[in-house]
């Protein structure tokens, strides 16, 4: 299956400051990525579709400028949280997905715990 | 609108005994449905899936789960659970008429293995 990196596998940073976490596809040329936020002992939520050359698709509830995207390649996705607070440590997962015609499986990263001190 | 539900966010079995998580789901369309494992601090790893054809699904791990239409349910199953099954478990669904969408997950459920 394709291999999915992501990095860093865990950071920690002062309240107000950024944070970029990034999304590699080794092998696949992924032109959908899609970023999940795991809190501790929940499930995974979907925050936002991230699309080669194009603005991201934001779900719900997730502000889009605090959560900056940018798939600028076919093989890589930036997750930038802005302005961090405490409440928004979290385990962040990215993964990519084949659409109709690309099948259905999902390929996750390793996820990135982020903690907001 | 498509949700997961797993009964029980805690399943605990002896080691050696039968591991049943059971997953049920609502949607409008024949989803696809997904079983991930995931160990701490990890991602996700795919178990299983079903997405057309044979409803008995066989995964890696000893793993299966079974899709029943007229139950909207996909519960995973392991004969002979081991120590090292130990983690959580999620079910998925992808709604399977649209493009590239995001998977949805149920809450999942901590399996824990008893000496």
């Known amino acids: 299956g394709a291999v999915v990196s992501q990095h860093p596998s865990w950071v920690i940073c002062k309240s107000g400051t950024s944070v970029k976490i990034e999304c590699r596809s080794l092998d696949f040329q992924a032109t959908t990525m899609f970023w999940y936020r795991q809190f501790p002992k929940q499930s995974l939520m979907l925050m936002a579709t991230s699309n080669e050359g194009s603005k991201a698709t934001y779900e719900q509830g997730v502000e889009k400028d605090k959560f900056l995207i940018n798939h600028a390649s076919l093989t890589l996705s930036t997750l930038t949280v802005t302005s961090a607070h405490p409440e928004d440590s979290s385990f962040y997962i990215c993964?990519?997905?084949?659409?109709?015609?690309?099948?259905?499986?999902?390929?996750f990263g390793q996820g990135t715990r982020l903690t907001v001190v | 609108a498509q949700s997961v539900t797993q009964l029980g966010s805690h399943v605990s079995v002896s080691e050696g005994a039968l591991v049943l998580l059971r997953c049920n789901y609502s949607?409008?369309?024949?989803?696809?449905l997904f079983w991930y494992v995931q160990y701490p601090n990890q991602g996700l790893q795919l178990l299983l899936k079903y997405t057309t054809g044979a409803t008995l699904v066989k995964g890696i791990n000893g793993f299966e789960a079974e899709f029943k239409k007229s139950e909207t349910s996909f519960h995973l199953t392991k004969p002979s659970a081991h120590m090292s099954d130990a983690a959580e478990y999620f079910c998925?669904?992808?709604?399977?008429?649209?493009?590239?969408?995001?998977?949805?997950f149920g809450k999942g459920t901590h399996l824990i293995i008893q000496p």
């Open positions: 949607s409008s369309v024949p989803p696809y």
């Open positions: 998925a669904v992808l709604y399977s008429g649209g493009g590239a969408d995001g998977l949805t």
């Open positions: 993964s990519l997905q084949g659409g109709r015609g690309f099948g259905t499986e999902a390929f």
